[in-house]
Nanobody, 113 residues
Framework: VQLQASGGGLVQPGGSLRLSCAPS????????VAWYRQAPAKQRVLVAG???????IYADSVQGRFTISRDNANNTVDLQMNSLKPEDTAVYYC????????WGQGTLVTVSS
């Protein structure tokens, strides 16, 4: 299955963005979906994940600020990002957890004043 991320952009520190992850098929068929990010010159890391029964996990760095959810009506997995910090700047990807081979282009989030 292929998952495609969208919704990135430029936002000021303290602002919010909502990212969406759309699968090539039904979101219900893909299992655990996760958001990852890769900052410049750093490795890609897990940000948040959600299981088929809506259990969630978060990286310590985003706990309390980011919320991952399944949008059944739109067949997406979304990442609501609040209280954004400059260190959240990265290319954000969605993939399965554990990740499959397809990463797509990701979506760039830039947090800057």
């Amino acid at each position: 299955v292929q998952l495609q991320a969208s919704g990135g952009g430029l936002v000021q520190p303290g602002g919010s963005l909502r990212l969406s992850c759309a699968p090539s098929g039904s979101i219900f068929s893909v299992g655990t979906v996760a958001w990852y990010r890769q900052a410049p010159a750093k490795q890609r890391v897990l940000v948040a994940g959600i299981t088929v029964d809506n259990s969630t996990i978060y990286a310590d760095s985003v706990q309390g600020r980011f919320t991952i959810s399944r949008d059944n009506a739109n067949n997406t997995v979304d990442l609501q990002m609040n209280s954004l910090k400059p260190e959240d700047t990265a290319v954000y990807y969605c993939n399965l957890y554990p990740p499959g081979p397809y990463w797509g282009q990701g979506t760039l989030v830039t947090v800057s004043s």
